[in-house]
Structure formats: C-alpha cells, structure tokens
C-alpha cells in the first residue's frame, strides 16, 4: 500500500500543515466506536487530541522511569477517596488523552464502564522531553479547557517541574491562570481540592 507524503509525515511524528484536502475529524464517540468495532487497538500508538488522531511520542528509558516515580510518590500522600492512575485514557470534551500520571476521585472500580472525565481529575502529569512542545501547548490548552485543577508537567529538558493551576477560558483560548516552576532543590505540594496533602522534593523525581 502506497503512503503519501503528508501520510508518512504524520506516522513519523513530525508536525505537518493540516491538508488541504477534505478530512473528518473525530468526536469522542466516533472514537469509541472505532476502538469498539477493532479498526483501533490499544496496541495502536495514536490519542485524540481535539479531535485528531495524534501520533503518541516515544518514550525514552529516563520517561519511563521518572513517570513510575511520580506515580509513586502521589500515591504515599493521597487521602483516602483519590487513586493514582498511569498512562491510562481520560475522556475530555473533544479528546481522549492518555497522560503519563492522573490522580482520580473514588476507586479503581468506579470506571469499569468509562473513563474518568473531568469532574473526577485532581490533576494531571506528563513528563516531557521530547514531548515538552506539545506537552505546553496542545495538551495545557485541552486541559485547561477541561477545567482540570492542577497540571505538571516533569520537565526533564530542563531539570524542573512545572506546575499549572487555576484553568480559563474555553476552546482554543483556554489556558492556565498561574504557572509556577519548581527547581530540584524545591519541594512541589500536592493539592487536591483548595487543601495541600503533601509534598515532594523535586530532585527525587528526575532522573
């Protein structure tokens, strides 16, 4: 099967203009249907973001393990009611997202029929090398918009943790009010609802 260029642009990852040509774009059930129906797996490395289907980024040995000691670390200080989720899909207004940790209302059972959304999200993080350019535009916007309290990203770039809070705006004016970035000899507060519930040291969770 022969692959246009613009085609093959898209499977390598590397931005491309949007094609002038007529395209469908996707909605959130559109989406479901196809995972549903098989014509997608959770094999296949793509999300819906605003309603494209996105190559995932690929994943260096670092991003891995910084995103297991994230994942850790929200879990020793969460109060009862909240569980840490990992690379898991969560369901927003126009997207399907799958970002690297989520801490999430209620209890792992409570989504045996659908994602968390939303109204279930503390907040959420991505950890960021070769993501860091989308991680702080596209993703940040679809968040925000989706009035997601707190967003970090893990910065591994530039040895830091960026800490997003108090989301505006809607659609493609949505971002976040406050950014705060915190340096490894920093500690970054967990806060779930307006209450802090603990903290970690940022140097612990960088390579």
Same mark, same amino acid.
């Given at each position: 099967? @022969?692959?246009?260029?613009?085609? #093959? ?6 931005? =491309?203009?949007? $094609? ?8 959130? #059930? ?8 098989? +014509? ?9 973001? &605003?309603?494209?289907?996105?190559? %995932? ?21 969460? $109060?009862?009611?909240?569980?840490? @989720?990992?690379?898991?899909? +969560? ?13 999430? /209302? ?6 045996? =029929?659908?994602? $968390?959304? $939303?109204? #279930? ?12 350019? /989308? ?8 968040? =925000? ?8 990203? *893990?910065?591994?770039?530039?040895? /830091?943790?960026? *800490? ?10 949505? &971002? ?11 500690? *970054?507060?967990?806060? +779930?609802?307006? %209450? ?12």
């Amino acid at each position: 099967m @022969s692959v246009s260029p613009g085609a #093959d642009r898209l499977v390598r990852g590397v931005d =491309a203009a949007v $094609p002038t040509d007529f395209v469908c774009r996707l909605s959130v #059930d559109q989406y479901h249907q196809m995972l549903q129906a098989g +014509i997608l797996t959770e094999d296949d490395p793509l999300e819906l973001l &605003d309603g494209w289907l996105v190559p %995932k980024m690929m994943k260096n040995p670092s991003h891995r393990v910084v995103t297991e000691l994230v994942r850790k670390g929200l879990e020793q200080n969460l $109060p009862a009611g909240w569980f840490v @989720s990992s690379q898991d899909p +969560i369901t927003l207004p126009t997207s399907e997202p799958e970002p690297d940790v989520a801490v999430v /209302r209620g209890q792992l059972r409570d989504y045996l =029929a659908r994602h $968390p959304g $939303p109204k #279930d999200l503390a907040m959420v993080v991505e950890v960021a090398d070769v993501s860091l350019h /989308r991680d702080r535009t596209t993703k940040k916007r679809l968040y =925000a918009e989706a009035g997601i309290p707190f967003y970090w990203i *893990v910065n591994l770039v530039d040895s /830091r943790i960026e *800490v997003y809070s108090d989301p505006a705006g809607g659609s493609d004016s949505a &971002d976040y009010r406050n950014r705060r970035d915190f340096t490894p000899s920093e500690a *970054v507060f967990i806060v +779930i609802g307006q %209450k802090s519930v603990g903290a970690l040291k940022v140097e612990s969770l960088l390579p």
